[in-house]
């Protein structure tokens, strides 16, 4: 079993280091770029010169948080010669996409919330009691003095809010609350972000949201429900893969449901949602599949159609519920 490198080797790693390229994992969500520009601002204060690589798909639900004022990079193109890097909410290496061999090239500081994350830095600080990465990040700036900026307050409170659905996932304890008090008085604006986050949906993502729904289906006893959207959904409602963000909660929330899945054919695969409430872990579903995640959250790419994909799944679901 790794172990965590001690503290004072992350510190050491941050003070005697002037550099850093952030990198987070591909399909970014709230967590990820939380985390990634709340770690920018505090090193930036610090005087640290700050490069955060990006991937071309960013949701559109997230655009309201890019900071203007951070330097990004589109690892699509060129992946910047910065010789010590930082990973941030990524469980393995290979969620990097474009990146994936960065390790040839730096020196790794992994830092991580997810209980399957495999240790592939030089240095490695995994928490998975941790709700967000952004909660790890609040924690280490705490423990060494690092400045938390107005900025930086708003990003890890965006990255905490993301990863516990807004307080409502059962990883919402009292610790995340304290810390999120903590971020709201160095000015981190909750309102604001709850906006951002749920009162700002395009007609055409809740067109495709009302076409998903209409096909929903239960099976398994009401243990399961599933979602399905085809290529034509998003054809026909002008939207895109990324605009199914959330969807598959509306599958876990339904009554007497343990998984919710969703099912979205994209780029001839299928990519699968889990969610689950009490008891299933839906990690060591998708890791059969090939994927992860945390217990009540995972996910899988499977090469197939949508119903093919769905039957294998399913199958398999029914021997967890
Ligand atoms: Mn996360």
């Known amino acids: 079993m790794p172990v965590n490198n001690n503290l004072s080797e992350i510190e050491s790693f941050i003070q005697n280091n002037n550099e850093f390229l952030l990198l987070g994992h591909e399909n970014i969500d709230g967590d990820c770029l939380g985390s990634l520009q709340g770690l920018a601002y505090i090193l930036a204060e610090m005087d640290k ?19 203007e004022d951070l330097r990004f990079s589109l690892i699509e193109d060129e992946i910047p010669d910065i010789s010590q890097v930082i990973v941030l909410d990524s469980s393995g290496i290979d969620r990097l996409g474009p990146a ?15 209980e399957d994350n495999n240790f592939y830095g030089d240095l490695n600080y995994i928490s998975p009691a941790a709700a967000a990465t952004g909660t790890i990040i609040y924690n280490l700036a705490r423990e060494f003095n ?23 996932y059962s990883n919402t304890d009292a610790q995340t609350l304290a810390t999120v008090k ?3 008085e160095l000015g981190a604006d909750l309102h604001k972000i709850n906006r951002a986050l749920y009162s700002q949906n395009k007609p055409e993502r809740m067109r495709l949201l009302g076409r998903t729904l209409s096909k929903l289906e239960i099976i398994a006893a009401r243990k399961v429900a599933c979602l399905y959207i085809d290529e034509e959904d998003y054809q026909q409602t002008g939207t895109t893969p ?13 009554a007497d449901v343990e998984v919710g899945i969703l099912f979205s054919r994209e780029n001839n695969q299928v990519k699968v949602s889990f969610r689950s409430n009490n008891y299933v872990k839906v ?17 899988c790419k499977i090469t197939g159609g949508l119903t093919e994909v769905s039957k294998k799944v399913i199958a398999e679901v029914k021997n967890h519920v």
């Open 49 to 67: 010169d700050i490069t955060i690589g990006y991937y071309q798909a960013l949701p559109d639900i997230l655009q309201f948080a890019v900071a």
């Open 100 to 114: 994936v061999d960065i390790s040839q090239q730096a020196e790794i500081l992994n830092i991580d919330h997810h």
């Open 146 to 168: 690092w400045p938390i900026t107005d900025r930086a307050a708003q990003n890890l409170v965006l990255a905490i809010v993301s990863d516990t659905g807004f307080f409502r």
């Open 182 to 184: 903590e971020l709201m």
């Open 242 to 254: 990324q605009d199914n963000e959330g969807f598959v909660n509306y599958a876990r929330d339904i």
């Open 283 to 299: 990690n060591e579903i998708a890791a059969e599949f090939g994927g992860g995640g945390h217990p009540r959250a995972a996910g």
